[in-house]
């Protein structure tokens, strides 16, 4: 059953690393390619790109539980169904964010906060990013139905391929050709299209047992994948939100160099999130699968797997950024920015406890989400990418100045982590240490 459980997650890891690195790779190449003042109008559009990939990631987590649910029932059918009419939806939504964004780039450039400096780099950055919105959206969502699907290999082929088409094309339209954060944003674009393309061939032609079939369009349906998927929707969408507070709250309390250095920090931060939310969606499929079965005792097997793992990476991402915090600014900040660098190393060591607690969060979240409990799962997601970061940034920005800041994401993970803890106690407390969960189950999901 390790097996498994690695099986899918480590497939749903590589690609969230994946997702996380179109940014990052965009911002490692326009802070060298053009300068600091793109850079931030980059993290300034991050929040309209988390937006963006939220919604297919509550499309994909939903879907992924229903058809997981239904696979488990012996209703194929069913399963394809629900799969064809969401991606129906989401094509729809994707053209219509398109359009909304390209009608009123300027309004929302300024909105995220550009400046009279950065907002040039905003628009170009934006325009060309929502012009191929449809391809993100569909590249998450395929991937993950496809390791429902029982076929998680094919997904990590897709986002290395697409990874280092995103490396190379980033090379050569920002370094070579000189195309400026433009030439990020469409590099970036052609990467996230091209699995998209395989995707699309694997359910035509794959004897899959998830199918692009006709489908009649159910409401209720519909309404169901968003309540599985909305924890999930919003730790995502948290993100992009986080980082629009930060960048509101740095500004007045230390300045541009703050958003340079959140603006590092927000890439180390999303690797970690999309490290944890990708064990946390490997997981997802085998425990819907189980609970579709009412096998209890194997779908909290997994959850005690999926929480080791996390407590090991935790502590390895923290050790990372306290040992490495000056090669880590090094990779985004030139060897003459003495001062930044010295800044932005303090900050990060600051930040860093935060790590240690996260994936607990996200774990907790998206075992809720799984077993189709909507109501704890968007208790915590609301809680620590809305109600409890903002409490704490705002109180503790106020009390302790710059430190308060950086320290404020670890405060408030803390407190929904513990209030993730007695929800788990309230329900499940008896089964967590149960004997039979050293051994493993004998139940089978392929």
Request: neutral net charge; aromatic residues 14%; charged residues 15%.
């Amino acid at each position: 059953m390790r097996r498994k459980f690695l099986k899918y997650a480590v497939p749903s890891v590589l690609s969230m690393w994946v997702y996380s690195m179109y940014t990052m790779v965009d911002g490692i190449f326009v802070a060298n390619g053009v300068g600091e003042t793109a850079l931030a109008a980059v993290n300034i559009s991050m929040p309209f790109v988390n937006a963006v990939f939220a919604l297919s990631i509550m499309f994909a987590v939903g879907t992924s539980t229903i058809s997981a649910i239904s696979l488990g029932n012996n209703e194929g059918n069913k399963a394809s169904e629900t799969f064809t009419m969401n991606m129906t939806v989401l094509i729809l939504i994707g053209i219509g964010v398109t359009a909304g964004v390209l009608l009123n780039l300027e309004k929302i450039a300024y909105f995220l906060g550009a400046t009279e400096n950065t907002v040039a780099y905003v628009k170009d950055y934006l325009g060309i990013i929502s012009a191929f919105t449809i391809f993100p959206i569909l590249s998450y969502y395929f991937e993950v139905l496809v390791k429902t699907d029982g076929f998680p290999r094919l997904s990590t082929i897709c986002v290395c391929i697409s990874a280092i088409t995103n490396i190379v094309l980033d090379y050569i339209f920002v370094m070579k050709l000189n195309y400026g954060v433009s030439g990020a944003a469409i590099a970036t674009g052609i990467a996230q299209m091209m699995p998209v393309i395989v995707y699309v061939l694997y359910f035509i032609y794959k004897s899959s047992k998830i199918k692009f079939v006709r489908f009649k369009f159910e409401f209720s349906v519909l309404v169901r994948t968003m309540l599985i998927g909305i924890s999930d929707f919003i730790t995502e969408f948290s993100s992009g939100f986080i980082i629009f507070i930060f960048n509101i709250t740095i500004l007045k309390n230390i300045g541009e160099i703050g958003i340079i250095t959140y603006t590092i920090i927000m890439y180390l931060n999303n690797i970690v999130i999309t490290t944890m939310t990708g064990i946390s969606q490997g997981n997802q499929p085998l425990v819907s699968y189980y609970y579709g079965m009412g096998d209890q005792k194997t779908y909290l097997y997994f959850l005690k797997i999926a929480i080791k793992s996390v407590g090991v990476i935790s502590l390895i991402i923290c050790a990372v950024c306290l040992l490495f915090a000056e090669k880590i600014c090094g990779v985004f900040i030139g060897a003459d920015e003495i001062q930044l660098m010295e800044y932005s190393v303090k900050a990060i060591k600051w930040y860093s406890p935060a790590y240690l607690v996260v994936g607990f969060n996200v774990i907790f979240s998206g075992f809720y989400a799984a077993l189709e409990h909507p109501l704890y799962s968007a208790a915590i997601s609301v809680g620590r990418g809305f109600v409890a970061i903002t409490a704490c940034l705002l109180t503790m920005a106020s009390l302790f100045g710059e430190k308060g800041i950086w320290l404020s994401s670890f405060v408030s993970e803390t407190i929904c982590l513990i209030a993730a803890i007695v929800i788990f106690v309230k329900f499940y407390y008896r089964y967590l240490f149960d004997d039979i969960l050293e051994k493993e189950p004998l139940a089978d999901y392929d």
